[in-house]
């Protein structure tokens, strides 16, 4: 089916630096996603990303949090700078058209900030 | 706020046994109701999804009915195997509010033994 990649898949930082995830979304899709999952908890959605603006997001995406898909290459979630509860799995997902569509996720990035 | 309550957190099976696990969410109108399942080192896959009242997904032999009365999308296997070991998330996605987020539940873990 189709694939949606994430790169790196593991990135472990200093407290208060930057971080930048990557994410390639499945070739037609327009509607791009993060999530986040810390350690044996549930999922949670961070933000939603169409055409070129982000459409809504939760609480949990902070102010040093920021996505951007710069001409249609790879679909990025950057933090600036990093706090060690940042520590998560960030799962990227991307979807068609229509709300009921189904999203696709990538395997995730592995962040841990120390 | 719109939620999503799975009741087992573990579920263990031999294989051949019937699976049943129980999905309850809460939310306005009809959202669309989703099961995803999620193996090691790897994003959740869509499994199948039902958007209306009565209105079954299927599956991998996987099935779930839509039930608004209980407010329920309960997901049941005949049979199940040793490769059905794996996490299985329960999902909606709000249908009033414009809002495309996932709302997951907390998942279920499956082990199936030989």
């Known amino acids: 089916g189709p694939k949606v990649l994430q790169i790196p898949s593991h990135q472990i930082i200093d407290m208060g630096q930057m971080v930048t995830l990557n994410c390639d979304p499945v070739s037609n899709h327009l509607y791009f996603y993060w999530y986040k999952q810390i350690l044996g908890q549930q999922m949670e959605f961070l933000v939603n990303f169409y055409n070129g603006k982000v459409m809504e997001k939760s609480k949990l995406f902070k102010d040093q949090f920021s996505v951007e898909r710069p001409d249609g290459s790879y679909f990025t979630l950057k933090i600036q700078p990093t706090a060690l509860e940042d520590s998560a799995v960030y799962f990227c997902?991307?979807?068609?058209?229509?709300?009921?569509?189904?999203?696709?996720f990538g395997p995730g990035t592995r962040l841990t900030v120390l | 706020g719109d939620s999503v309550t799975q009741t087992e957190g573990q579920v263990a099976l031999s294989e051949e046994d019937f699976l049943t696990i129980h999905c309850n969410y809460s939310?306005?109108?009809?959202?669309?109701l989703f099961w995803y399942v999620q193996y090691p080192g790897e994003g959740p896959q869509f499994l199948f999804r039902a958007s209306r009242d009565k209105e079954k997904g299927s599956s991998r032999g996987f099935e779930a009915t839509y039930d608004k009365g209980t407010t329920s999308f309960h997901l049941r296997k005949a049979s199940v195997q040793e490769s059905d070991s794996a996490v299985y998330y329960c999902?909606?996605?709000?249908?009033?509010?414009?809002?495309?987020?996932?709302?997951f539940g907390s998942g279920t873990q499956l082990t199936v033994m030989p």
């Open positions: 997902a991307s979807s068609g058209l229509g709300f009921s569509y189904e999203q696709y």
């Open positions: 939310a306005s109108g009809y959202p669309a």
């Open positions: 999902a909606l996605v709000p249908a009033s509010s414009g809002s495309w987020q996932l709302i």
